[in-house]
């Protein structure tokens, strides 16, 4: 296959990845979105409109911008193939990315040519069902634990996640950016300490929380201190 | 354990919850197989070595199965919540812990729970909060659905994608790197100051402590893949550090009560 019959024959395949991603990437979205209708129509217990919308605004204004940089910048890594799958089958920073540019590295392709295309795409799907399998037989075996896992001592756990999340996640960040972190947190520990009805209201106060760091970060940034 | 928990836990933990799941881990596995079997047909075509491919195969396999492991301890974190079918979906597809326990809580909040407890839930709460991960994470989905093929064709127009990579490998990063720290700093800084808060405004400490033995756990995950360099360890840093705080929740529950 000469140069010329290479291209014109990885432009076909491309064309046929974009056809059948965007078909999965439709009757993935109509999955996700049927799951919690159809489970609320079964035990009448229907999504609450209002709640929804009210909750979705609020994550929106968080994670869309992130999911628009995310593919701004991880689709030029993953090519066509290795995109769709990669955001359908999520992970993507922390195992998909990861796992895209060891095998890059390990089999010297270099990016941006059809070779390093298709090791992006054998290697999403490769992680991609590696993960589900694991996962599968993860639960296979979580299952008998079940009633061990519902034991009611077990409760402040389960009620606890979140706070084990932020903690584990906050000191993450926060000894990774330090100048960043300073005056945000200092003003969210004041604002829960001194208006104590602020303390339930968590999913407002991430937007000024958030606001303030970025506007520190891009002072920061500007002058060169980061 | 109260009657509502034990039949919300037996209603999210249904056959019904766990067919629907499954239908949808399969199809996505399936059209995985799909993707795999055409790329590695059209790597030979174009004169890639099979050898290559079965490393790569190989290879990527091998380097999933540790982080997978601690995506099976997300599942068991979210499981006590949203049960295990549910927790099962969206963390071996789709999702990533942080991004699930976090937009779960948010939803919590805006159905008028004080948070996501399971002591509070109930199927119609499950169902909108389920309907807010759904719809929250479709971001990424709905830009390759529109644009992907613009935006490679562009991309590869200015050949960028080599700018690309070697922006992420070699460069210092762009404001859009701080930006995205920052923004998940000021998400951290809300809930830490509302635990501290509400320690020191209601005495309930159980919380803070809990985020404290988290943030503790996560000190020793740093210092072994940071300073030791076992680099392993951080498959497993966030679920680890969440898993030990759970742990010291119950032992706090025990001593302090709640």
């Known amino acids: 296959m000469n140069q010329q019959e290479k291209k014109q024959f990885f432009e076909n395949f491309n064309k ?12 993935s979205i109509l999955l996700f979105l049927l799951i919690p209708i159809v489970v609320g129509f079964i035990y009448h217990a229907s999504p609450d409109l209002g709640s929804f919308w009210s909750g979705f605004a609020k994550v929106a204004v968080i994670y869309y ?79 008998p ?11 402040p756990a389960f009620n606890n996640v979140v706070p084990a999340l932020f903690g584990a996640l906050g000191l993450k960040y926060f000894i990774k950016e330090p100048k960043i972190t300073a005056i945000p947190l200092a003003a969210m520990i004041l604002l829960c300490t001194l208006v104590p009805a602020m303390i339930s209201q968590t999913s407002i106060l991430i937007l000024p929380a958030g606001g303030l760091a970025i506007g520190i970060a891009y002072l920061l940034h500007k002058k060169g201190k980061l | 354990m109260s009657n509502s928990v034990e039949s919300y836990r037996s209603s999210v933990n249904s056959g019904l919850l766990f067919l629907l799941v499954g239908v949808a881990l399969l199809f ?15 790597g030979i075509k174009i004169g890639m070595e099979k050898k290559v491919l079965r490393k790569v195969i190989i290879s990527s396999a091998t380097f999933t199965v540790l982080p997978s492991i601690s995506i099976l301890l997300g599942v068991i974190a979210l499981s006590g919540t949203l049960g295990i079918p549910y927790s099962w979906l969206r963390l071996s597809v789709i999702g990533a812990l942080q991004y699930e326990l976090n937009v779960a809580a948010m939803a919590a909040e805006s159905i008028g729970l004080s948070g996501l407890k399971v002591t509070e839930m109930s199927m119609g ?38 700018t690309a990579a070697t922006d992420a490998k070699d460069k210092k990063p762009g404001f859009g790197a701080y930006a995205t720290t920052a923004m998940f700093i000021g998400l951290c800084s809300a809930y830490i100051g509302a635990y501290l808060g509400d320690a020191i405004r209601n005495q309930n400490v159980i919380p803070l402590l809990t985020a404290g033995v988290a943030a503790l756990t996560m000190a020793i995950f740093e210092y072994f893949t940071q300073k030791k360099n076992i680099k392993a360890l951080d498959n497993f840093s966030v679920a680890g550090s969440m898993l030990i705080a759970m742990a010291a929740a119950v032992c706090f529950g025990q001593v302090i009560g709640g």
């Open chain 1, 16 to 27: 046929s990845l974009h056809i059948i991603g965007k078909i999965t990437v439709s009757i």
């Open chain 1, 65 to 143: 911008p992130v999911a628009i940089v995310e593919f701004l910048v991880y689709t030029p890594m993953l090519g066509v193939g290795g995109s769709y799958l990669a955001f359908i089958t999520g992970n993507v920073t922390n195992m998909k990315i990861p796992c895209v540019m060891n095998s890059k590295d390990i089999t010297d392709t270099p990016d941006g040519t059809p070779e390093s295309e298709i090791v992006s795409t054998l290697s999403v799907a490769t992680s991609a069902i590696t993960t589900t399998v694991v996962v599968a037989l993860g639960v296979i075996l979580i299952i």
């Open chain 1, 145 to 155: 634990l079940k009633p061990v896992l519902e034991n009611p001592v077990l409760l």
């Open chain 2, 28 to 42: 996505i596995t399936i059209m995985c197989l799909i993707f795999l079997v055409k790329s590695y047909r059209a």
């Open chain 2, 125 to 162: 709460s499950f169902t909108t909060i389920a309907l807010v991960m759904a719809a929250g994470i479709l971001g990424s989905l709905l830009c390759c659905l529109f644009f992907l093929g613009r935006y490679l064709k562009k991309i590869r127009g200015n050949q960028a994608a080599d």
